[in-house]
């Protein structure tokens, strides 16, 4: 099981950005599915997630209403849509996957990629 974040980059805030996680060895469709983000010297923190279950979206309130998170099954990858960020989204995002759990707590999840750092400067 193997995830690979990418699309992290530098942006001024107000702008977008959109993230991926591709995975490979397992199914989208069998796993629940979140993105996370830590910031230096702060607990990681649940962004969105995707449950298997009922193939709800839950988002934090932090980013609701800015944040979109979407699968493309047949591409096997995950993405996070970013918009009106601001300088508090700074942090390395990272995607976890898990066949049994769909939350935003991340100690429950099994999987997790390597992480992509984004950078918003105001």
């Known amino acids: 099981v193997q995830l690979v974040e990418s699309g992290g980059g530098s942006v001024q805030a107000g702008g977008s950005l959109r993230l991926s996680c591709a995975a490979s060895?397992?199914?989208?469709?069998?796993?629940?599915i979140a993105w996370f983000r830590q910031a230096p010297g702060k607990e990681r923190e649940g962004v969105s997630c995707l449950s298997f279950s009922d193939g709800t979206t839950y988002y934090s309130d932090s980013v609701k209403g800015r944040f979109t998170m979407s699968v493309d099954n047949a591409k096997n990858t995950v993405y996070l849509q970013m918009n009106s960020l601001k300088p508090e989204d700074t942090a390395v995002y990272y995607c976890?996957?898990?066949?049994?759990?769909?939350?935003?707590?991340?100690?429950?999840?099994?999987?997790w990629g390597q992480g992509t750092q984004v950078t918003v400067s105001s």
């Open positions: 976890a996957a898990d066949p049994s759990y769909s939350g935003l707590n991340a100690r429950l999840y099994d999987y």
């Open positions: 060895g397992f199914r989208f469709v069998n796993y629940s």
